[in-house]
């Protein structure tokens, strides 16, 4: 079974903390995603990364950073966070190609106060 | 205009009902189409992938009509279970290998 795991389920920040999300998959996919819901909004893309050290901008790229220094890994980075960063995140990997399915971590739910 | 539209509902039905969602998409390069279920809480999950000839999976229809550039999922006899929110999705098209559009979901409640 294809796994994605995220470091954290729940997480509470306070404004201005530089926040960390993880995410790691065990199939050898090529491609990573970093997502964020919000409700009446649908999941938005963020960054992606088709492979090691790549990466490319999504719909909503401003305040976040990514990096992927190994193919299994891609961490989400908050700068400095806000409280407009209040959001599901969800990571998502799969293999490069067409007609692939996306696999999806169970979420990091954060609220920044 | 969204890349990927779908009526949000919610769509409240009885037991044992037939429902039906629609969703349109705005590229014309899309080359793979699926549903996802995502249920309250929890991550979206593959549902079924929909083909051009239209699938079936047990009580689950999907229907692809490029010309129209739209897609349906028909769900027979519903069941208690089937509570969730349903989201359409489209790849990105040529060039953007892997990378998927999601619609903002449509959300199905079955009661007793």
């Known amino acids: 079974d294809v796994k994605v795991t995220q470091s954290s389920r729940y997480l509470v920040k306070r404004t201005g903390e530089k926040v960390f999300l993880e995410c790691v998959q065990d199939?050898?996919?090529?491609?990573m995603f970093w997502y964020r819901q919000d409700p009446g909004l649908g999941l938005r893309l963020i960054y992606f990364s088709y492979d090691v050290k790549m990466k490319e901008k999504g719909d909503i790229p401003e305040g976040y950073s990514v990096s992927r220094e190994k193919k299994e890994r891609f961490s989400l980075i908050l700068e400095s966070a806000s409280t407009n960063q209040t959001s599901m995140y969800l990571c998502?990997?799969?293999?490069?190609?067409?007609?692939?399915?996306?696999?999806f971590g169970p979420g990091t739910r954060l609220t920044v106060l | 205009r969204k890349e990927v539209e779908q009526d949000p509902g919610p769509f409240n039905v009885p037991e044992g009902a037939t429902v039906a969602f629609n969703c349109t998409y705005s590229n014309s390069a899309s080359q793979s189409f699926f549903w996802y279920r995502q249920d309250c809480r929890k991550e979206p999950k593959l549902l079924m992938s929909?083909?051009?000839s239209g699938n079936e999976d047990g009580r689950f229809t999907a229907q692809l009509n490029r010309a129209s550039q739209y897609i349906s999922l028909l769900i027979r006899d519903s069941k208690l279970s089937d509570s969730a929110t349903y989201l359409c999705v489209v790849n990105a098209g040529p060039g953007n290998t892997g990378k998927l559009i999601f619609g903002q979901g449509t959300t199905l409640q079955v009661k007793p």
């Open positions: 929909v083909y051009s």
């Open positions: 199939m050898d996919h090529e491609n």
């Open positions: 998502a990997s799969n293999y490069i190609g067409s007609y692939n399915e996306q696999f």
